[in-house]
């Protein structure tokens, strides 16, 4: 069983940085039923899910939403089985609720590609 615990939210003022990690346990990387993928989506109160970026160990691609690319960097660690969300530049638009995904996949931008979730970790920015 996978296990996924996000951390590093926090309140910062608008052009702010922030780092959240998200560390996984019960799993391989690099073998069947192993985790190929790890992403991060965000939820604003009164809105739905949405996609911010992932990083797949195999392949080594990274995918951003346009709302964050040049301002979000994707990190990962394998030896320590964690990935990081490097945010700077944050804006109040970034206020959110931030989740961690992984999946044994090559997952997308779509939530549903995902198995595991972490508990989430808030973001806020304040302008």
């Known amino acids: 069983q996978v296990q996924l615990i996000d951390s590093g939210g926090g309140s910062v003022q608008s052009g702010d940085s922030l780092r959240l990690s998200c560390v996984a346990s019960?799993?391989?990387?690099?073998?069947?039923?192993?985790?190929?993928?790890m992403g991060w989506f965000r939820q604003a109160p009164g809105k739905e899910r949405e996609f911010v970026a992932s990083g797949s160990w195999g392949a080594r691609t990274e995918l951003y939403a346009d709302s964050v690319k040049g301002r979000f960097t994707i990190a990962k660690d394998g030896a320590k089985s964690t990935m990081y969300l490097q945010m700077n530049s944050l804006k109040p638009e970034d206020t959110a609720a931030y989740y961690c995904?992984?999946?044994?996949?090559?997952?997308?931008?779509?939530?549903?590609?995902?198995?595991?979730w972490g508990q989430g970790a808030q973001v806020t920015v304040s302008s």
């Open positions: 019960g799993h391989t990387f690099g073998h069947t039923f192993s985790i190929y993928t």
């Open positions: 995904a992984a999946s044994t996949t090559a997952a997308g931008k779509e939530s549903h590609d995902y198995e595991y």
